[in-house]
Structures are given as C-alpha cells and as structure tokens.
C-alpha cells in the first residue's frame, strides 16, 4: 500500500515538473512580437482594458492604421477600441467581436470591409497573431477551428510549443526580457506609424478572375451584423480612404458591399473618394507610400469620422465623467508622448 | 511502477511529437506558360534580378510593405507593354504575376490584347476553366488567364503564380 502511494506521489511530480519546464520552454520559444510584427500583441491587449467603449472598431489593418481612439477622446468624449489586426479576415473580427461582446456592449460597431475579399484562411502567421493572444473561451475554439490552414493543427494552439519548438535556436534577447510581461504597444489597439513616406504615383491593379466576394466572409458579414442586431448595437460598415495596387478596392466589390448595406438598412462609409474632403494628403499622411496611413493621416480620419459618430449615431461625450477621465487622460499623455518621440526621431 | 513507466513514455512521447512536426512539399505537374520578350524568358516564381537586369529599367516601379510582416516588400515594375508583380521571400523578390496590357506584345503561342476568344482556343485548345469574361489555362503552379471585354477580344493576359495546383 505504501508502495503504491508512493508510485503514485512519484509520478505526479514527474508529471508537473514535465509541466512545469514545457511551460517554461514554451514561454520561451512563443514569438513576443516586440521589437518586430507588434500586431502580434494587439489581440491580448483588449483585456488589459479597465473601462467600457461606446464604439468597438473591427477589422484588418486598414482600422488599427487608420483609426486613434485617443483623438475621437479628445475631441468629441468618444470612448472607443480597435478591436483590428494584421490581416484580420471575416472570421477573425467576427468572433473577436463575439468575444468582446461577452465583456461590454457599445453603441457602435464599426467593421472595415476589405478583408471580406478573402475566402480562405490565407497565412498561418497571421492566424498565429490573431487568436494566440485571445482569451481561452468557446470563441476562441471557434476562431480557431474557422482560421486554420491544411498545415496547421487545433493542438498547435493548445500547446503552441509543438509548433514554435523550432525557435529554440532563434531565442534571443527579447525572449528573455519579455518573458514574464510585454510592453503596451497600441494606443487602445491603434497602433501609432509616425514616419512619412509618400505616395509617389499609382498603378493599375492585378486583373481578377472573379470579382465576387466569397461567400464565406460575407456569410461572417452577416453573422457580425445579425450579433450586433441581437445586441442592439448599431452595425456600421467602412472602407478606409487607401487604395493602392496592393490593397485595391475593386468597384465590383463596391457594388456588392453597397447592395449589401442596402438591403440591411446599413450605413457604408467609403472613404476613397472623401480624401479631398478629409483633408488626407498622400505626401505627408503615409509612413508605406500610400499602403496605410501615418498618425497624421489618420487624425484627419478619426476627426471627420468623430463628427459623424457624434452627430449621427449620438455617440455621448462623456469628458465630463471625473473617474473616466482620468484613465483617458493618461491614455492621452502616452499617446502625445509617442507622437512627439516619433516627429522627433 | 506501470504507472512511473507510463507517465515516462507519455512525457517522451510528447517531446517527440514536439520535435518532428513536420510540413509536406506540395505536388507538381511540370507545366509552365512563360512570356519571352526581347530574348528574355519571364516566367512566374522566378528571381526578378537578372530578369530586370536583362530588360532594363522600368518606366515606373514600386514597393509596398506587408502589414504586420515589415520587411516583405511587395514589388511592381511597369514597362510600356507589360508589368511585372513580385513578392519577398527570404529578401529575394520573385516574379508573383505579369500581366500583359499592350498589342505590341504577345503570348510564346501568339495571342496578344486584342484578339478574339476563338484564336485562344485555337492556339491553346480548351481552357481549364472558362468564366464569363476569363478563360484560364492550368500550369504548374501557375495559371495563364486571357481576359476578355464584352466582345470576347482579349483586353489583359494574366500570368498568376499559384501556391495550389
């Protein structure tokens, strides 16, 4: 008897040492995202969030570029989050929104459309980008069920060491520094570009086979949009003012997105054809040549888009309001502070 | 003691699986469709560099980055008749799609912009897949796309590096 209380205390403290060091090794080897891709980080730093939003951003980078919740702050009281990332396809946002709305119900829910042109998990990096960094949750099983590639295992996400064990021989400074805790790299999920590098000249796109939106995305489409209706969340569709040879917006699509909304009774705001009006100009409001815009660009852009938010959809101004002006105020502070360190630079 | 065993092999078994997950090469059918122009063979997935150093500078060229991916560039080149697309890998760009946009160029099998849907088909037989306004023809890895305006004439020649076959 002893013996076999014996066997059995020895063998669980194999197995939570066995634990103990692949959570370790795991810990280590997982990307930190710090220094380069810091997209990589945008999806975990939606829980560090201590208040509510009134307006939630969701999509690709064409809304964590192109959207500053501290401005839509500081000028119109609008509490807001990008909710984006890095080729967040249909998928992505919806079920990041589903698991946002488990937490808060804001007023607005505003999605950018381009990622509705793909239909298939494109790039494991980004599916890695987009879901490791999410709370565990059905959501989350869901997300990931709807984004892997062929390549690519559910197991892998469980135990992301089985498929980052090959860094072992790339662990370098950063692993060690970030370890336990990483920096805060977004401003409420915008993630702040301050250089300038112009759009010089435009070029014609790559011709399309076929020019009709996947189903499948616009299948998420619909299920963003019946969520948001459940909730009684205002549903806004957008597409950001950029539009270049690699981010084209095709007029096709145009039609579909605007058929769409029509039929919804949805607002769809292009930007494309407002840049004179928003006051955007390519040689001073794009750190890639006109791929995405840079923090002065998309000042521009959140301020024509406050107004609307404010004016429209009645979006509360809530300055007023001592204790959340407090955590916005020094969001502000940080966000100032990066804007200066980055026109310095 | 079977227990003691058993937690052993659970625990090396998984550091096995850890080290042997492993990606497989996709297949290939050997055929590819290439443009000539000048002498100079451009074919889709091949390195740009000596391609360009062969048909000199561009009219126009540029270079998009990667969201979220910094470093890879996306690429354009435009010459009078023809532009090229590519795509970084490991620094090196490769030629991701041509497309042809001008009469004065045409296809090896001599089609070029302008000519009716039903030369195609003659030079190339019938297409893999065939939409209302594209007919496109499968290669390896790569697709060759005729794109055609209401009259059936072709009005841009498309060749498209695919993952997939």
Not at chain 1, 46 to 65: N, S
Not at chain 1, 136 to 161: C, G, H, N, Q
Not at chain 1, 245 to 260: G, L, R, V
Not at chain 2, 132 to 140: H, K
Request: contains cysteine.
């Amino acid at each position: 008897m002893k013996r076999k209380l014996k066997m059995w205390i020895l063998s669980i403290c194999i197995l939570l040492i066995s634990a103990m060091i692949l959570s370790f090794v795991q810990a280590l080897v997982v990307p930190k995202y710090m220094t380069s891709s810091l997209e990589g980080n945008l999806t975990a730093e939606y829980y560090e969030e201590t208040t509510d939003h009134d307006v939630l951003f969701i999509g690709d980078c064409e809304v964590y570029e192109c959207f500053t919740p501290p401005t839509l702050w500081k000028e119109y009281g609008i509490t807001s989050y990008v909710r984006g990332g890095a080729q967040h396809l249909a998928w992505h946002s919806y079920y990041l929104l589903e698991d946002a709305l488990k937490r808060e119900t804001p007023k607005v829910v505003v999605y950018n459309v381009l990622a509705l042109k793909y239909g298939e998990p494109q790039n494991e990096a980004y599916n890695r980008m987009a879901l490791d960094g999410m709370k565990w949750s059905r959501s989350k099983v869901d997300a990931i069920e709807a984004s892997m590639t062929e390549d690519e295992s559910f197991l892998s996400y469980v135990f992301p060491l089985l498929r980052f064990h090959s860094r072992w021989s790339e662990i370098g400074e950063e692993d060690f520094r970030y370890f336990f805790d990483r920096d805060t790299v977004s401003h409420n999920g915008y993630l702040m570009q301050t250089g300038i590098e112009p759009m010089t000249d435009t070029f014609d796109p790559l011709p399309l086979t076929n020019y009709q939106l996947p189903s499948t995305s616009m299948q998420y489409l619909e299920k963003m949009r019946v969520l948001c209706e459940k909730k009684g969340i205002e549903f806004v569709l957008v597409k950001a003012p950029t539009n270049t040879w690699k981010y084209y917006w095709y007029d096709e699509w145009e039609t579909q997105i605007c058929a769409y909304a029509e039929k919804h009774g949805l607002d769809y705001y292009n930007f494309i054809p407002l840049c004179e009006e928003i006051g955007l100009d390519w040689s001073s409001d794009t750190y890639d040549r006109g791929a995405h815009l840079n923090v002065y660009g998309a000042e521009k852009l959140t301020m024509y888009f406050g107004k609307i938010l404010s004016e429209k959809y009645e979006v509360s101004d809530r300055r007023e309001q001592a204790a959340l002006s407090a955590v916005w105020n020094q969001k502000l502070v940080a966000y100032e502070t990066q804007k200066t360190q980055g026109k310095e630079q | 003691m079977k227990m003691l065993k058993s937690t052993a092999i659970f625990t090396i078994l998984l550091a096995i699986l850890c080290c042997f997950t492993a990606c497989e090469e996709p297949a290939d059918n050997g055929k590819i469709y290439a443009f000539s122009h000048n002498g100079c063979e451009i074919a889709v997935n091949s390195d740009v560099a000596p391609i360009l150093a062969s048909l000199g500078s561009p009219l126009r060229s540029d270079a998009l980055g990667t969201c979220g991916l910094r470093g890879d560039m996306d690429k354009i080149f435009d010459y009078s008749d023809f532009t090229i697309y590519t795509a970084q890998i490991d620094g090196k760009d490769y030629i991701d799609s041509l497309v042809l946009k001008s009469d004065l160029v045409s296809t090896k099998e001599g089609v070029s912009i302008g000519d009716q849907d039903a030369k195609i088909t003659e030079k190339y037989g019938e297409p893999t897949e065939r939409n209302d306004n594209v007919l496109t023809y499968d290669g390896s890895h790569m697709k060759l796309e005729f794109h055609l305006d209401e009259g059936k004439a072709v009005k841009s020649i498309v060749y498209r590096y695919t993952i997939e076959e």
